[in-house]
């Protein structure tokens, strides 16, 4: 996510931390309420052409 965009920055703080690969290890029932309230609707930087292996197996998680 662009941290300059206006739609993310009001944001900033979830985008900020969430960006960190160690706080996706041990989400709390509150880390799912912020990302669905805070993050799933912000605009994302995704490239259509992007169809690497690893975006392929993105799409599959549960």
Known sequence: ?????FL????????EYYSDA???RRLSRDDYDD???HLAGLPT????????EEAKR?????
């Open 45 to 52: 930087e995704y490239r259509p052409d992007d169809d690497t």
């Open 22 to 24: 160690e706080n996706w």
């Open 8 to 15: 993310v920055r009001p944001h900033l703080r979830y985008v």
């Open 35 to 37: 990302i669905a309230a």
């Open 1 to 5: 996510m662009n941290p300059d965009s």
């Open 58 to 62: 993105f799409d599959r998680c549960p």
